[in-house]
């Protein structure tokens, strides 16, 4: 059975993102884990005078928590869901990211499935702050990104990005296999280039792609540089329709770029499309 885990604010993108996801994998079985963490800030204490009131507070909060995601199940139980499926919640203290690291430690899910809307609530903010903190804190299990009023439809056309300049290991090429067969999709290797042919290693490793894809349909795509990366991704995804867009993670990667704080500002990425991030492998 597929473990799924989905962090929840409460809000309606995240329940949208509960929907994303049992749409998803609405034919394969699953123990989907709802996740809400909370916290009480230094300043929502400042008028607190005693570690009782303290103590007080803190129950308040957890107990808004729990009886939040009892009616999150009682939801999805209403909506009708997959016999296959089942759910399970968890409330933890703490802050986002702590929590979420402590529990994908200690709970060896498959993937983790993340609705964004950035911090400004601009279109073009495609990662918010908490997605951001995720990626570069998660880096032992694949994390779905889903954006703002994203609704599932079939995915038919998966892109993966990719410069083929590193050596590629099965275990961070499995997650985008195994999206492939459950919606019998076709992944397409894009690779955006500066130079118009592939150098001996980059051969190397497409040809290394080329065995573990064998059992799924797929294709090569080569694309120019035209003015930026982010660009050049965004005009393949809307030319040939694409789903999914799938990436790996690693040291200098595109993905870093997008998470870095100090260069978030200066990119203007966004997609109306789910954003399938694998951490790598070494």
């Known amino acids: ?30 123990e989907f884990h709802i996740l809400n963490s909370y916290e009480v800030k230094p300043v929502q204490l400042i008028s607190t005078v005693s570690s009782q009131r303290i103590g007080h507070y803190y129950d308040i909060v957890k107990t808004k928590s729990e009886e939040s995601l009892v009616m999150i199940l009682d939801d999805i139980t209403n909506s009708n869901p997959n016999s296959n499926h089942v759910f399970k919640s968890i409330s933890k203290a703490g802050s986002f990211r702590k ?35 995720i990626i570069r804190s998660i880096d032992d ?15 038919s056309e998966i892109a993966f990005a990719t410069d083929f300049e590193r050596v590629y290991y099965k275990a961070e090429i499995k997650p985008i296999i195994d999206l492939a067969i459950y919606q019998q999709a076709t992944v397409r290797m894009i690779h955006v280039y500066d130079k118009p042919k592939l150098n001996k290693v980059q051969c190397y490793n497409s040809s290394t792609l080329e ?3 064998k059992e799924v349909k797929y294709d ?16 393949f995804i809307e030319e040939l329709e694409i789903d999914v867009l799938a990436m790996i993670n690693y040291e200098h990667s595109f993905i870093e770029r997008l998470t870095r704080e100090a260069v978030i500002k200066k990119i203007t990425f966004h997609t109306t499309i789910p954003f399938l991030v694998i951490p790598s492998d070494n």
């Open 1 to 30: 059975m597929k473990r799924i885990l989905i962090p929840t604010d409460f809000s309606d993108n995240a329940w949208n993102t509960i929907l994303y996801a049992m749409e998803l994998y609405k034919d394969v079985p699953c």
């Open 141 to 155: 299990c694949p994390i779905l990104v889903v954006p703002e009023d994203a609704f599932f439809e079939s995915i």
């Open 99 to 133: 929590v979420m690291k402590r529990v994908v430690k200690a709970g060896h899910f498959d993937i983790i499935v993340i609705g964004t809307k950035g911090a400004t609530g601009a279109k073009e903010v495609f990662l918010g702050s908490n997605t951001q903190k």
């Open 211 to 213: 065995q573990y894809f």
């Open 220 to 235: 090569f795509h080569v694309i120019p540089d035209f003015s930026t990366i982010e660009k050049a991704i965004q005009g």
